[in-house]
């Protein structure tokens, strides 16, 4: 949800309607918030917590955390970045947590030790679940190699499908696979999904919009996509949830298939 101000810095401009948005979503059966103590920063937990404490039991909130500056405490950065978001968001252990990465790259020393953090967190109770975040395939079968991983969120979409790989490897192994940045990037008049000439014709010719082309055709890929489209407002917010019942016909399926091509 896009909750703090643009690109995720500063409070928003309407705190009360940020609040409504977040309500809303629980009310039409939203199970899984994601968030981060740096949104803001320290702006959307303290929105999640003001709209939702205490929590709905089976609302499970999902965060990140990373390693940002090079100062040979990864543990503490990582496990520090756990306890923000467990003071900010008032709870005693999280579903589950990222470990957010600067950007895909190799298994090494510096990604295990990151890793064990993560892990041993999860042992100690403070975190349900260890997800990774813009991961390289690599760096996703050797994790899951060595411990359970329960999510893994990288960009992909309808433009950007480098990370294809990596849902059929979360796909094989039971992993949810949740693409950031669903609708593209950047936004504007320079977005690449929801300015494609395809998407703006298939969504016409089938009573939607292109967000909810856009957001079907990630849902239709496989049964493990879980997704989590930024929104501000509880109509556009109301507009994404209705994707789910938009069905991509083969025209729909072979038009998509160029998109970014």
């Known amino acids: 949800m896009h909750l703090a101000g643009p690109w995720a810095v500063h409070a928003p401009p309407d705190r009360a309607s940020a609040i409504g948005v977040l309500r809303a979503a629980v009310a039409a059966g939203i199970d899984h918030i994601?968030?981060?103590?740096?949104?803001?920063?320290?702006?959307?937990?303290?929105?999640?917590?003001?709209?939702?404490?205490?929590?709905?039991?089976?609302?499970?909130?999902?965060?990140?955390?990373?390693?940002?500056?090079?100062?040979?405490?990864?543990?503490?950065?990582?496990?520090?970045?756990?306890?923000?978001?467990l003071r900010s968001l008032r709870v005693s252990q999280l579903a589950a947590v990222n470990l957010r990465l600067p950007s895909p790259g190799r298994a090494d020393a510096r990604f295990d030790d990151q890793l064990a953090a993560m892990v041993q967190a999860r042992d100690e109770g403070v975190i349900a679940g260890v997800g990774l975040s813009n991961v390289s395939l690599e760096q996703l079968r050797h994790a899951a190699d060595r411990t359970e991983i329960v999510c893994v969120q990288n960009l992909f979409h309808l433009a950007d499908r480098d990370s294809a790989p990596i849902l059929q490897e979360c796909a094989r192994r039971g992993i949810a696979f949740v693409p950031f940045c669903p609708l593209g990037l950047p936004r504007g008049a320079a977005n690449p999904v929801l300015t494609s000439p395809v998407v703006?014709?298939?969504?016409?010719?089938?009573?939607?919009?292109?967000?909810?082309?856009?957001?079907?055709?990630?849902?239709?890929?496989?049964?493990?996509?879980?997704?989590?489209?930024?929104?501000?407002?509880?109509?556009?917010?109301?507009?994404?949830?209705?994707?789910?019942?938009?069905?991509?016909?083969?025209?729909?399926?072979?038009?998509?298939?160029?998109?970014?091509?």
Request: glycine share 8%; proline share 7%; charged share 20%.
């Open 200 to 261: 703006i014709r298939t969504a016409a010719r089938l009573d939607a919009t292109p967000p909810q082309v856009a957001l079907q055709w990630l849902l239709q890929l496989a049964p493990n996509v879980l997704l989590i489209p930024g929104t501000g407002s509880t109509a556009h917010l109301l507009e994404n949830l209705a994707a789910e019942h938009v069905a991509l016909d083969d025209q729909a399926l072979r038009d998509l298939a160029g998109v970014g091509a």
């Open 34 to 85: 994601d968030t981060a103590q740096y949104y803001g920063p320290d702006v959307v937990n303290d929105l999640i917590r003001e709209a939702l404490y205490p929590y709905p039991p089976e609302l499970a909130i999902v965060s990140k955390v990373g390693v940002f500056r090079d100062t040979g405490t990864a543990a503490r950065q990582l496990r520090g970045g756990i306890e923000d978001n």
